[in-house]
């Protein structure tokens, strides 16, 4: 996937998703199955989901965790597609890393006896997510059966198999269609075989029309994803970060608060109390912040009116919807609460920044009803 195409500018495209509707090429995630009846055990070895309440067809954030410091291998969405078996797709910059890391930890699992785990890698397979308001409008017309495939009964974090046109007349072979995706906006991500890739992406621009859907790249789903308030492996989660640290202390289910037993666990669980209730907590924590002046890139130091460095920014960029420069970073607990103010370093001056509470916008997922009661 490219930064831009060249028929809309970095914040035109990153507007044009927001207002209507964008077609972006992530196949350059990576994406595995976990399979069979040692499968949920080993993954719930590797993070703190909740998988055992987790249905089918439903999806989860999580974490892969290095053993003994819950530092984070590498952010991960996982889905229960049957009683033993999984999909997850991880970040292409860490394929290297987690495939050395799943390899390990299935030798190790089988090592002390673990059930049976067939891991399968994807390579090839294409992902593309279609994103914004209009992303339902657009999707509709392509999908086949109508009646068994709904998309008013689709939700927010659910999947299925659908098949869609192709051109010519064609169908698709049964493709898995996701509800989410990582902009903040409404949308859909599509796993395809390579072969269907691009006839699928060409025919759904073809019928959605140019007024209506473009394609985008690196640099409007970056600070889409900011404005979102979601985190970019490598900058804004490391290895050396744990959940708790980086504001994912919600992906810890609460079964595994109870009972652990999850890569880096004793570390984790003491983190999520505070010194007070017997634990840890942390020193440090991921925060939001808008910056007056210049935007502040990652690396710039967050300092106190006294000029003592009280954290660094990982994530910073002109925001296109809200007018202003928004921020992701770490800073010293004591000073994460919204509305504090701070001071951000910008080629060696300081810029006024105010803490803010993170999505900077409000979240467009379509989510089922809440039932009264």
């Known amino acids: 996937m490219p930064v831009q195409y060249k028929d809309l500018g970095l914040g035109e495209s990153h507007l044009w998703t927001r207002e209507k509707a964008s077609l972006f090429d992530v196949s350059h995630m990576v994406q595995h199955y976990l399979k069979g009846p040692g ?8 993070t703190p989901a909740g998988l055992s309440s987790l249905q089918n067809h439903h999806s989860t954030l999580s974490c892969l965790l290095h053993p003994n410091t819950g530092g984070i291998v590498d952010d991960c969405i996982i889905t229960r597609m049957g009683p033993d078996s999984f999909y997850t797709v991880t970040n292409a910059a860490c394929r290297e890393k987690d495939s050395a890391y799943l390899a390990t ?6 090592a002390e006896g673990g059930e049976a ?14 994103q914004g308001p209009l992303a339902p409008k657009l999707l509709e017309p392509l999908v086949i059966d109508m009646k068994e495939d709904r998309l008013q009964d689709f939700y927010f974090g659910q999947s299925k198999f659908m098949k869609l046109r192709l051109p010519s007349g064609k169908e698709s072979s049964p493709l898995l269609v996701s ?17 269907e890739t691009e006839p699928l992406v060409d025919f759904l621009l073809t ?20 404005e979102a308030g979601m985190c970019l492996y490598g900058h804004d989660l490391t290895d050396d970060t744990t959940p708790v640290e980086g504001g994912l202390s919600w992906i810890v289910a609460k079964d595994r608060r109870a009972k652990g037993g999850f890569n880096g666990d004793e570390v984790i669980l003491q983190q999520l109390k505070s010194k007070k209730d017997g634990g840890t907590g942390v020193q440090r924590r991921r925060i939001g912040l808008t910056v007056e002046g210049a935007p502040a ?22 925001s296109p919807t809200m007018k202003q420069n928004i921020a992701m970073g770490y800073i010293k607990t004591g000073h994460h609460k919204s509305g504090t103010e701070v001071f951000v370093m910008v080629r060696g001056k300081q810029r006024r920044a105010t803490v803010s509470k993170m999505p900077f916008l409000p979240s467009k997922y379509f989510k089922a009803a809440i039932s009264p009661g």
């Open 105 to 110: 930890s299935i030798e190790q699992w089988k």
């Open 39 to 46: 499968a949920e055990g080993l993954l719930s070895r590797l």
């Open 207 to 226: 019928v959605s029309g140019s007024d209506q859907l473009r394609l985008a790249g690196l640099g409007a789903r970056d600070s889409l994803r900011l």
């Open 179 to 195: 509800r989410g995706g990582y902009t903040g906006e409404d949308g859909f991500e599509i796993s395809v075989p390579a072969a």
């Open 297 to 318: 890139r990652e690396g710039a130091r967050i300092v106190d009116a006294s000029g003592d460095e009280i954290g660094n920014v990982t994530s910073g960029c002109p």
């Open 117 to 130: 785990v067939e891991w399968e890698l994807l390579d090839g397979q294409g992902l593309i997510a279609l």
